[in-house]
């Protein structure tokens, strides 16, 4: 049987220890470690990649239904605006924050904010319209103070500085993961021209020669941006998207 | 797998389609679609037109095939000409090639007869060989649905078995089952649908590589519902009690539960749908099997096995002792193929070959 001892501690080693928590003591004192963010007065600094609510450009959308397609909490609806496109609608009551949506945008169309504390104060308010979603929403801000978390060695500190986060970060224009259209069995294409007629980039083309009865078809791999609208459409559902 | 498909495909991203002569040069495909088969009362309203045009928008409306507004939305591909049996239409007629004339009964379904047809779609299943059959049920006012079935256990709640003589919607679900599948779809048809999926398979390989057992019907004609449902109604029939409808000896015989409505099927010519009147195929002579009620004994389904995948399947029915194997008398047949051949007379324009005249039972 082994039996646990008290330490062997001299003297000397005691003194070392108390005067060291004497010492903690009196900084605790002064200088209290506080690592709460004292939000509203104070905003902790997100990094720019920060998931918060998204905006969305009219612009850049090529309704191409990729970002509802790849919801996985079914957050987002495409609605028909009067010009007859179809844009994403976001229920904020149902949405995930994982940004797949953003991530999968071919056009870069949406984008991400630092912006999370938004509240709603109905069910039916959490359901934001495409409009809603072109201007970031609004929100009162009483901060003055940017807080950032100091990690050294083991410690961990707060740096605060006086000034105000900008919560719509200029980040680099997303490219996505390359895609392009391609067509798996070509003996089962129709040749209706679908693909060609709801291509935005111009990428799939379709020549009739009258002469010989037949129809030129190709896909320009350099041109296609892997939208799949082509993918969507073609009835006979022999399209793919693949990485370029 | 996609990366791999990508890298055989990208780069050489062009290919050509075939687009079929018109016969109206002028004109759209649907409108020669429509004046060289509907509007000469060709059409047997097969529906394959409706499952492979691209736009979607051919329907099947109450009399006739319909395409509205087809002069701004049709895409003049060609695709409907492409698959339509009666375009170019070559009535087939007779009993056809066959490996095996045999009749059936099932033991594991109950149908009109011997339920063959349901038998040799979920044996397929059963094999492996496809993993989708559609078939097509009713509802209780005899209205057809088109009814796809998975697994076996699927088909001993619903009323599937039975002649309905009621047009279904089986080629567009046959579409779809298609696109949904990963192995291979059966499906069931009269032989208007039969040849129709032939043509499909002729023209889209997609096709021919996922439909792999067609099984045809013997067929003398079939109805639409808004017609028959009235003329039955007027001739005492009570659909709720209906059981089951057959046509036996030259007469129409409706099964209710308490009573039995027979009349000559000659009085159902006033509602003989157009397309019937232009039809010669009896047996479904394009199909891997046909199956119908004449030619054996009562409770028995002759089974004329064609093609090599319809003889597997039978073999594999018998050897799982699933069928009691009767006989099939091909004579008996005669007279409802000489009846169908005798059409041949009401298709405009068509000359019978002389070769051609291979009777039943030869």
């Known amino acids: ?244 | 797998m996609m990366k791999m498909a990508a890298e055989t495909i990208v780069g050489e991203a062009e290919w050509e389609v075939k687009i079929p002569k018109k016969k109206f040069k002028d004109k759209l495909f649907f409108e020669n679609l429509r004046d060289v088969v509907i509007d000469t009362k060709m059409c047997s309203r097969c529906l394959t037109c409706v499952s492979i045009c691209p736009s979607g928008l051919i329907v099947n409306e109450a009399d006739n095939v319909d395409f509205p507004n087809y002069d701004t939305k049709c895409l003049d591909c060609g695709a409907c000409v492409r698959v339509c049996p009666r375009y170019d239409y070559q009535p087939k007629s007779g009993l056809g090639d066959y490996i095996e004339f045999t009749a059936g009964k099932s033991k594991r379904f109950k149908g009109q007869d011997g339920a063959m047809g349901t038998e040799f779609i979920m044996s397929a299943i059963d094999m492996g060989l496809i993993d989708r059959g559609l078939f097509v049920d009713r509802n209780e006012l005899w209205q057809t649905d088109v009814f796809h079935a998975r697994n076996p256990d699927q088909l001993h709640r619903l009323p599937l078995g039975g002649t309905k003589y009621v047009f279904a919607n089986v080629i567009p679900e046959l579409k779809k089952a298609v696109m949904l599948s990963k192995v291979g779809v059966g499906v069931v048809g009269t032989p208007c649908m039969v040849s129709g999926v032939r043509k499909l398979q002729e023209a889209f390989p997609v096709f021919k590589e996922k439909v792999k057992i067609v099984v045809g019907l013997f067929c003398t004609e079939n109805f639409h519902y808004d017609e028959v449902s009235k003329y039955l109604e007027e001739k005492g029939v009570d659909f709720s009690k209906l059981v089951k409808t057959d046509i036996m000896k030259g007469k129409f015989v409706a099964t209710m539960t308490d009573k039995e409505v027979k009349f000559k099927v000659s009085q159902l010519s006033s509602i003989l749908p157009t397309g019937c009147n232009v039809c010669t195929d009896f047996t479904a002579v394009e199909s891997d099997v046909s199956v119908g009620s004449v030619g054996s004994a009562p409770g028995f389904s002759t089974t004329v096995v064609r093609t090599e995948v319809a003889k597997k399947v039978w073999d594999y029915i018998k050897e799982k002792g699933n069928v009691e194997v009767g006989e099939g008398k091909i004579p008996e047949l005669d007279y409802l193929i000489g009846h169908k051949k005798a059409r041949e007379a009401n298709i405009p324009g068509y000359e019978p070959k002389k070769e051609e005249g291979e009777g039943a039972g030869e």
Not at chain 1, 127 to 138: A, D, H, K
């Open chain 1, 1 to 244: 049987m082994k039996k646990v001892g008290t330490p062997d501690y001299t003297v000397s080693d005691k003194l070392k220890t108390h005067a060291a928590a004497l010492g903690t003591a009196a900084k605790e004192m002064i200088l209290p470690l506080n690592i709460t963010t004292h939000y509203p007065r104070e905003r902790k600094r997100q990094p720019d990649c920060f998931r918060g609510i998204m905006l969305f450009d009219p612009e850049r959308c090529i309704s191409c239904f990729q970002c509802s397609f790849v919801c996985p909490a079914n957050a987002i609806w495409m609605k028909e605006a009067p010009s007859g496109r179809y844009y994403p609608t976001l229920d904020h009551g149902k949405c995930i924050y994982c940004h797949f949506c953003v991530d999968t945008c071919p056009g870069g169309a949406l984008r991400t904010t630092k912006i999370h504390d938004v509240a709603f104060k109905t069910m039916e308010e959490m359901f934001t319209t495409t409009e809603e979603m072109v201007e970031p929403p609004t929100i009162i801000r009483e901060d003055e103070t940017v807080v950032d978390y100091v990690i050294d060695k083991e410690d961990l500190s707060l740096k605060r500085t006086k000034e105000v986060d900008e919560l719509i970060p200029d980040v680099p224009e997303s490219k996505g993961v390359p895609m392009v259209s391609v067509c798996v069995d070509r003996g089962s294409c129709i040749a209706c021209k679908i693909c060609d007629q709801i291509c935005e980039s111009g990428a799939v083309s379709s020549v009739k020669d009258e002469a010989a009865m037949t129809v030129k078809m190709s896909i320009d791999a350099e041109k296609c941006t892997g939208c799949g609208l082509c993918v969507k459409e073609c009835s006979m559902q022999i399209l793919r998207l693949v990485r370029k």
